[in-house]
């Protein structure tokens, strides 16, 4: 079988076989990058009620202890487990990484259940970062291959995040290419995730990620054990392609395997705010800043947005909770235009403040042909600013903050995650220091082994 033929098969074997030394050391670098910012959005969901409620969960249905660790809470447990709660921390600020062209989000569901299962199975880093590697590449092309039709009712990040999760734990577990698209088969089939919950303000992105980050362990393991799961989930006649979109493209799932590295494409995340809204956000900055106007300056701010901004934002007018505040480009704005800044301590503070929401009532989305033709590849980023004495003023962002022609130093990546620590109370700044360490020594670690000490106060 070739790729026009069985491209899952291709895909899965491209998992299945994939080495250490066959990863560019620019990859591998960039792959400690991802990593280090992933930690910092686990350990600033610490306290957030819903991942307590998916501990919860865990601690009635798993083992007191275990292998693998739960990073909010210090406590250990099975891989399962560890996965499913660290997972769904990962999404929660709003923070985690994003890859533009398929619209997911990889380390959420790709390194919780890769950490955890390296710590049970007592992989090297090398090891860690080699299934990693195979989880964004596989997930990232299983994202690109279901098209933007898929991602007007499904949440991207939970149906393409299982085959993510089973790729780089069935990396860990050593399948072969026939085990890991049963692996496929198996995860496939228990995609699942839309986004009818931003109208309620409801918790399920969180059990999104964690859901896919389990389902995808399991069915790694269970395709170790014998299982099968159907060949062709991906591309066959009454696979995801034809139930989940009207433009699944075959052809992507096996674009530029080992050439073409999609891990480095990857985008990370500047604002603690849904991706769509960041464009608008850097271009509103920009006029702010270069007009030196204030909030009451403005009268209208109109942006030009991308099809897929519309459907995931416009289901949000007023945000009754800070993190549908997160999905609402007014609020977004107001915050940019009041503070300068979207981040976690604006939302908490102020999402619902006068000031902003005299400004979310200023802001409308206008679908922009050239932004949208240029989406998901490349997200503009254009607004027009018209003030109170009568001016329009535009501004124009081709890469927001944080892509990679944008993309954050070493020093940008450490002072996040170390602020999002901070955020969370969920390392000290001497733990989050040695946590910095941990992963840039990672390629030579022998034994990947607990990242944080248990502490008395977990609880």
Request: charged residues 20%.
């Amino acid at each position: 079988m070739n790729a026009i033929d069985h491209p899952s098969k291709v895909l899965a074997t491209f998992a299945a076989e994939l080495k250490f030394a066959d990863i560019p050391a620019p990859v591998l670098r960039r792959t400690e990058d991802l990593m280090l910012d992933w930690l910092g959005s686990v350990l600033a969901a610490r306290t957030a009620r819903p991942i307590r409620s998916i501990e919860r969960f865990a601690q009635m249905m798993g083992p007191a202890d275990g292998p693998s660790e739960i990073l909010t809470s210090r406590r250990t447990s099975s891989p399962l487990f560890a996965a499913l709660v660290n997972a769904a921390a990962s999404h929660y600020v709003e923070q985690d990484d994003v890859h533009n062209g398929s619209v997911f989000h990889p380390a959420a569901v790709v390194i919780a259940p890769a950490l955890a299962e390296a710590q049970s199975l007592g992989a090297s880093g090398a090891q860690l970062l080699t299934a990693v590697v195979a989880g964004y590449e596989v997930g990232i092309r299983v994202g690109e291959f279901l098209g933007r039709s898929h991602y007007r009712t499904f949440h991207t990040t939970a149906t393409a995040g299982t085959l993510a999760a089973a790729a780089a734990v069935g990396r860990l577990l050593e399948l072969s290419p026939q085990q890991m698209l049963h692996a496929f088969g198996s995860a496939g089939t228990q995609s699942a995730g839309v986004w009818e919950f931003l109208r309620d303000a409801a918790d399920s992105k969180q059990l999104h990620c964690a859901h896919a980050a389990a389902s995808g362990l399991m069915s790694a393991y269970l395709a170790q054990d014998g299982f099968t799961g159907a060949a062709k989930i991906l591309e066959g006649a009454q696979g995801l392609g034809v139930g989940m979109s009207s433009d699944a493209d075959p052809a992507k799932l096996t674009d530029g395997l080992g050439t073409r590295w999609t891990l480095a494409e990857t985008s990370f995340k500047y604002h603690a705010s849904c991706r769509h809204t960041h464009p608008a956000a850097d271009a509103l900055l920009q006029v702010m800043e270069q007009n030196q106007l204030k909030p009451t300056d403005v009268s209208q701010v109109t942006t030009h947005v991308h099809q897929g901004a519309i459907d995931v934002l416009g289901r949000v007018t007023v945000p009754a909770t800070v993190h549908q505040g997160k999905f609402s480009m007014g609020t977004v704005l107001g915050l940019i235009a009041v503070h300068g800044r979207a981040g976690l301590g604006e939302f908490d503070r102020d999402f619902l403040s006068p000031e902003v929401s005299a400004f979310r009532e200023k802001v409308t989305m206008a679908l922009d042909d050239e932004v949208d033709t240029a989406y998901p590849a490349r997200w503009i980023g254009k607004v027009s600013v018209h003030t109170a004495d009568g001016r329009t003023l535009a501004g124009r962002v081709d890469e927001p903050k944080g892509d990679p022609g944008n993309s954050l130093s070493r020093a940008e990546i450490e002072d996040k995650m170390q602020r999002l620590a901070h955020y969370g109370e969920g390392a000290t700044a001497d733990e989050a220091k040695a946590l910095c360490e941990r992963v840039w020594q990672l390629a030579g670690t022998a034994r990947v082994g607990r990242w944080l000490q248990a502490t008395s106060s977990a609880a």
